[in-house]
C-alpha cells in the first residue's frame, strides 16, 4: 500500500440499534481526516454517542458528482477518508459509487469495514431460499412502471429481495400479487433492529391483511422478500403453453391456464399472460 496516498474507507453503520457497529468501524471512524456523510445531522447521533469529533461534510446524490474530484485530490495527499450512509452499508441503494470508482481509476486503496445491512439481516430472518437471491432496490414509484418492473421479474427463479417506504407499502405488496402471483411467499420486515422491529409472513393476501390490521404496521422502513418463480423448466413451459393454445379456443383463458399449469406442474401466472399474448397475436 502506497504511504503517500491515503485509503478511503466504506464503512457500514447500524440500521437501527446503534450498537450494532464494530469496534473496527468505530476505529476508523475515529482517525481518519474526513468523514462524508449522507445526512450530517444523522451521522452526529452516531458520531455522539460514541464520543467521536472527526470532521464531517454532506456527501449525498445532489452534491456527489461535484465533490469527488476534491476528495480524490485529498486522498491522493495522504487523507485518509471515511464513506458512511444513514445506514447499512454504503453504496446499497445509496450514494457513492462515483466516488469508489474514481479511486479504484486512480489506483488509491479502499478498504471495506463491514457491518450492518438490511437486506441480509433481513434475508436471515425471511424462511425462504438464501443461496441465490436477487436484489432489486425500491420499485419504481408509479403504478406503470412498478407492473413492467415485477413482469419482467415475472420468471426469476431466485429469491427477490426489495426495499419499500411506509406509502407505498401496500402498493407494493399488492402489485406483486397481481403481477407475480397470490401463490409466491413473502416476509416483510418492518423497522429492523429498531424498537419496533417486526416480521410479517405469508402469501401477498394475508401479509396486506396484516398490515391493515393496524395503520401503526404501515409506518417505518421495510424490506420485502419475495419467493422466487416455481415451474418444471423451459421445456414443461413450452409444454404447457402449447396445451394453452388448444385449451383458448374451447374455455375462458383463465380456466384454461389453470388446468395447463396443474397438468404441467407450470407457474399459472405465468401462463395466463402467455396466453393474453397469444390471443393478442390471433387477433
Same mark, same amino acid.
Given at each position: 500500500m502506497n504511504n503517500e496516498t491515503g485509503t478511503l474507507y466504506v464503512v457500514a453503520t447500524p440500521i437501527g440499534n446503534?450498537?450494532?457497529?464494530?469496534?473496527?468501524?468505530?476505529?476508523?471512524?475515529?482517525?481518519?481526516?474526513?468523514?462524508?456523510?449522507?445526512?450530517?445531522?444523522?451521522?452526529?447521533?452516531? /458520531? *455522539?454517542?460514541y464520543s467521536i469529533a472527526t470532521s464531517t461534510r454532506s456527501f449525498h446524490e445532489h452534491n456527489e458528482q461535484d465533490q469527488v474530484n476534491g476528495m480524490i485530490k485529498r486522498l491522493e495527499s495522504g487523507q485518509d477518508i471515511a464513506l458512511i450512509s444513514d445506514a447499512g452499508t454504503p453504496l446499497i441503494s445509496d450514494p457513492g459509487y462515483r466516488l469508489v470508482f474514481e479511486a479504484v481509476s486512480h489506483g488509491i486503496p479502499i478498504s471495506p469495514i463491514p457491518g450492518p445491512c438490511a437486506i441480509t439481516a433481513a434475508l436471515s430472518v425471511s424462511g425462504l431460499p438464501t443461496d441465490r437471491f436477487c436484489f432489486e432496490g425500491f420499485l419504481p414509484a408509479k403504478p406503470h412502471g412498478r407492473e413492467q418492473r415485477l413482469l419482467e421479474l415475472d420468471r426469476e427463479t431466485r429469491t427477490l429481495v426489495f426495499y419499500e417506504s411506509s406509502h407505498?407499502?401496500?402498493?407494493?405488496?399488492?402489485?406483486?400479487?397481481?403481477?407475480?402471483?397470490?401463490?409466491?411467499? /413473502? *416476509?416483510v420486515g418492518r423497522e429492523i433492529t429498531k424498537r419496533f422491529e417486526t416480521f410479517y409472513y405469508g402469501?401477498?393476501?394475508?401479509?396486506?391483511?396484516?398490515?391493515?390490521?393496524?395503520?401503526?404496521n404501515q409506518k417505518g422502513e421495510f424490506v420485502v422478500i419475495v419467493s422466487g418463480a416455481t415451474f418444471g423448466g423451459d421445456a414443461d413451459f413450452a409444454k404447457a403453453t402449447h396445451l394453452l393454445g388448444q385449451l383458448i379456443d374451447h374455455m375462458p383463458l383463465k380456466k384454461a391456464s389453470e388446468i395447463?399449469?396443474?397438468?404441467?406442474?407450470?407457474?399459472?401466472?405465468?401462463?395466463?399472460?402467455a396466453g393474453l399474448a397469444m390471443k393478442k397475436e390471433r387477433e
Open positions: 446503534l450498537k450494532d457497529i464494530g469496534q473496527r468501524g468505530l476505529d476508523v471512524l475515529g482517525r481518519v481526516s474526513l468523514i462524508l456523510a449522507e445526512d450530517t445531522r444523522h451521522a452526529g447521533i452516531l /458520531l *455522539s454517542h407505498r407499502i401496500l402498493d407494493c405488496v399488492e402489485a406483486i400479487g397481481a403481477n407475480l402471483g397470490e401463490d409466491r411467499k /413473502l *416476509s402469501h401477498p393476501q394475508a401479509i396486506l391483511e396484516q398490515l391493515n390490521g393496524d395503520p401503526v395447463a399449469a396443474e397438468i404441467l406442474d407450470c407457474n399459472r401466472n405465468q401462463l395466463y399472460k
